[in-house]
Structures are given as C-alpha cells and as structure tokens.
C-alpha cells in the first residue's frame, strides 16, 4: 500500500505541476480534499486549482519541480522536492519581474483509498514572494 501511494504521490508532482494536468488533480483529489500551506487552508479540488495551480502557474509557466526523495508509511508519504521557475507572468498580483528562482521544501500526504485526503505544504512562500519583489542590485 505504502509503495502505491508514493507511486501516485510522485504522479502529482510530475504530472500536476511539471505536465500541468488538471485531469490529475480531478483523479487525486476529492470535494473533501484538505491542503495546508503557509498561505492558508484550502478545501477540494476546485480550491486548489483556483487558488494554488492556476495562480502558480500563471506566475511560473515553466515551473519545473523534481521529486528529490520520498519516505512513505502506511497511508502517508513525505516528498522532498525543488523546484525551478522564471517569473514570466502576474499570477501573484504583480508585474512580472523576469527573476529566475528556485526553491525546494517538502510536502506530507495523507491517502485514502488511492486519493490524497490531506496535504502539508512546508517551504518559504514568503521568501520566494520577498525576492521578487526585492529591487535588483
């Protein structure tokens, strides 16, 4: 069990954010789907796509997130992942700056029956937000 959930927790990253497939989130996710992150609580899929995957995306069109390791037991599994992007686009509110940035952080997945129930988002949004907005040097 633990070993399928990796293989889907691993589908999300490649398939949601890299192959930016909103049918995924629709197979993953349920209305009752739970996604915490410094940012805030988001509730069901529709929620994520709205407020995470299209803003996000937006902002970063050729985000790129690698799958850097995972640790699974019984129902949950832990992702270790970085990711790679260009602010090309205005998904945050703000101008685009062009800024190349990467990141990395880790997510916490709680499964159900082959779908994610829960999710913790744990990386620095607010820095990633700061140096954007911080005037070049």
């Given at each position: 069990?633990?070993?399928?959930?990796?293989?889907?927790?691993?589908?999300?990253?490649?398939?949601?954010?890299?192959?930016?497939?909103?049918?995924?989130?629709?197979?993953?996710?349920?209305?009752?789907?739970?996604?915490?992150?410094?940012?805030?609580?988001?509730?069901?899929?529709?929620?994520?796509?709205?407020?995470?995957?299209?803003?996000?995306?937006?902002?970063?069109?050729?985000?790129?997130?690698?799958?850097?390791?995972?640790?699974?037991?019984?129902?949950?599994?832990?992702?270790?992942?970085?990711?790679?992007?260009?602010?090309?686009?205005?998904g945050f509110?703000?101008?685009?700056?062009?800024?190349?940035?990467?990141?990395?952080?880790?997510?916490?997945?709680?499964?159900?029956?082959?779908?994610?129930?829960?999710?913790?988002?744990?990386?620095?949004?607010?820095?990633?937000?700061?140096?954007?907005?911080?005037?070049e040097l």
């Amino acid at each position: 069990m633990a070993y399928d959930n990796v293989i889907l927790a691993r589908r999300w990253f490649e398939e949601v954010w890299n192959q930016r497939r909103s049918d995924t989130i629709d197979e993953l996710l349920t209305d009752e789907s739970v996604s915490v992150s410094e940012s805030g609580t988001l509730r069901g899929k529709q929620d994520f796509k709205e407020k995470t995957h299209n803003v996000f995306l937006a902002a970063f069109p050729d985000l790129q997130i690698n799958v850097d390791g995972t640790v699974a037991e019984g129902d949950e599994v832990v992702v270790r992942w970085s990711g790679k992007a260009t602010h090309l686009g205005d998904g945050f509110g703000f101008p685009p700056t062009g800024r190349k940035v990467s990141f990395r952080g880790m997510t916490w997945i709680h499964f159900d029956n082959g779908k994610m129930m829960e999710g913790w988002d744990c990386w620095d949004q607010s820095g990633l937000i700061a140096s954007l907005r911080a005037p070049e040097l």
